[in-house]
């Protein structure tokens, strides 16, 4: 097991790049497993879970070999319809290889799928889905899988979505491709990750269109091709560093990165109170010293607040004048890392907001919400965080008690970050680049 060691209160500075997205490189490796011929997918993240994925994609037979961030993949047979229990545990997107398996051997195996403790994170939305397309599927209860198969290939559909769902209008799209006729996808989701990966599929031969805000056009193609594709910059790394920046005192430039897919957020630093700086080649972040402003946000799907942005975003908060809160209306089940900032000095109090109509305003399922749960926190600053020992309950809560460790008085111990390397490269040696004293050791 590894933990952080990071001295808080140094000014980060300097230039940086970030990792291309981690929610499209996911898929990205689900979609090369859609032909049998060549695909190279450029600006990989090397991140634990794309190693867990590639390992996936090699059971089932396919090859890939990945240098210098670029991945060439060949799947010309399948070898195997059921994915591995371990391996799924551990990301949910796993779930998706369903498509390419019942296309290519016209049944599959696959597990309930796994990946940060946030929440049930349901695929109930896209099984419906597949149903209509003439998919034979049923969860087994005992073993834990979803058994599904199709005869003749999957038939096109007219689908609405129920609400908002970002990796089932992704798994849909893949099986519409190559359905037989014209599918049409209703309020689908439409994150710029979504639209990167219709860019890839028209590219290996689809025939894909967007053709308003949230409906999706699909003409099934009889099969695909190969090419060769390059993911963009992570958007949620992007907002980790420029937090990052904001609460150290610092000056950091992030090469590469424009505005789109990142306005909501830009807008509301604005109105906090944090400086940037959009240039022709990326965008600088950075601080004056002036003191930042309460917000009120509310989670939800593009075009709004992102729900990754909401814990790096609660650090931030605790530096602003006033009290602040955050609805989270995406999952039922995402302040984990509340009580740890608490550990470091942090005031926060959660909450249930009255809301006359859950069933329109939140986007999880209701029946998964448990008595426990809270669905706002109230942000009271500022206040001087403290150093303390603490632990990483998933993904997006690691990159959040990061940042507070770096704003921190004194040394903090942060365990549990084998979460973290599930999103972000090589994350400690790059912050370490911009002047942050972070290290990464072994505990027994």
């Not at 986007?363 to 919400?369: E, G, I, P, T």
Request: with cysteine.
């Amino acid at each position: 097991m590894e933990k952080f060691i990071i001295q808080g209160g140094k000014k980060l500075r300097g230039t940086i790049s970030v990792s291309g997205a981690k929610n499209v490189a996911l898929k990205a490796i689900v979609a090369a497993c859609l032909t049998d011929e060549e695909i190279v997918i450029e600006n990989i993240p090397l991140i634990s879970d794309l190693i867990v994925m590639t390992e996936i994609l090699k059971e089932l037979g396919g090859k890939i070999k990945i240098k210098n961030h670029t991945a060439t993949i060949n799947v010309k047979n399948i070898k195997t319809s059921k994915i591995s229990l371990e391996e799924a545990a551990y990301v949910r997107t796993s779930s998706m290889f369903i498509v390419p398996l019942l296309i290519r051997t016209g049944h599959a195996l696959v597990p309930n799928p796994g990946g940060c403790r946030i929440g049930a994170r349901p695929i109930d939305r896209v099984i419906k889905g597949l149903k209509l397309m003439g998919v034979n599927i049923n969860y087994d209860h005992k073993d834990g899988f979803f058994h599904a198969k199709v005869k003749g290939g999957l038939k096109a559909i007219n689908y609405k979505f129920e609400k908002n769902t970002h990796t089932g209008t992704e798994t849909l799209i893949l099986a519409a491709s190559v359905a037989r006729g014209k599918s049409v996808l209703e309020n689908a989701a439409q994150e710029p990750e979504i639209d990167e990966l219709i860019d890839l599929i028209n590219k290996m031969g689809g025939n894909i269109k967007r053709i308003k805000p949230r409906m999706i056009v699909i003409q099934g193609v009889k099969k695909l091709h190969g090419t060769k594709f390059r993911i963009s910059p992570d958007r949620n790394e992007v907002v980790t560093l420029a937090i990052a920046s904001i609460l150290t005192g610092g000056d950091i430039f992030i090469k590469e990165i424009k505005r789109q897919g990142l306005s909501e957020f830009l807008d509301l630093l604005k109105a906090a109170g944090g400086e940037f700086e959009e240039k022709i080649d990326g965008i600088r972040f950075f601080s004056t010293g002036k003191a930042l402003r309460a917000t009120n946000i509310e989670t939800t799907f593009y075009p709004g607040f992102m729900t990754d942005w909401q814990g790096p975003w609660a650090v931030l908060m605790t530096k602003a004048k006033g009290v602040s809160t955050i609805h989270e209306t995406v999952y039922e089940n995402r302040f984990g890392y509340v009580e740890e900032l608490k550990k470091m000095g942090a005031k926060i109090r959660l909450y249930n907001p009255k809301i006359k109509n859950p069933q329109e305003v939140y986007n999880f399922n209701l029946n998964d919400d448990k008595k426990g749960y809270r669905h706002a926190a109230k942000i009271y600053g500022p206040v001087n965080l403290h150093n303390a020992v603490v632990n990483i309950s998933d993904l997006r809560a690691g990159a959040t008690l990061v940042l507070a460790a770096l704003v921190a008085k004194g040394q903090s111990v942060v365990f549990g970050i084998e979460h973290l390397d599930r999103g972000y490269e090589k994350f400690e040696q790059r912050l370490k680049k911009v002047g942050a004293n972070i290290e990464r050791t072994n505990h027994e």
